[in-house]
């Protein structure tokens, strides 16, 4: 018999590899053994989310942090599947807990970022932005992106900088 780390290593590969009704099935199995595992509960979030059933994602990633309410990563992914589905309050508020319980983590601080630039709320989009670049987000178009938010709040000389600072990187 696997132990669970193994079960859960060969979830993720089925996932990626887009067999998810596979990847289901292995999660029932170890559902069975593991009742009440956030992890197995995540990654049925994630095979839904993946399969593009929004709301059966959301349903997994909550069960998984009803067990584990400090999970970052479904906090995240919990974000994403919402605005999937047009839920973008919803979004914000998993964002938001995501970046309090791991505020070295870039990831919420980028999705919050995009949140606000929806809004055209071009000042807490840049905030967040920088933010998630100062934590070492490795997209090096987030520079680009900063130099959008500079040129929409009239700063031609901060745009023209992180500008730079994308091409740059981009040479490479």
Sequence with gaps: MKDLEDILEEIEILIEEENYEKALQLISGAEL????????QYLKGEVYFNDENYPLAIVNYARALELDPDFTDAWISKGI?????KE???ARNCWLRASELDPDNWEPYMHLAFYHQDKNEWKK?????????ELDNPFPEMLNEIADMYHELGDSEKEEEYRQQFEELEKF
């Design 125 to 133: 989009a840049l905030k967040y932005l920088l933010e998630s670049v």
């Design 81 to 85: 599947a919402h605005i999937e589905n």
């Design 88 to 90: 973008a309050e919803a």
């Design 33 to 40: 053994q593991h009742p009440n595992n956030s992890e197995l």
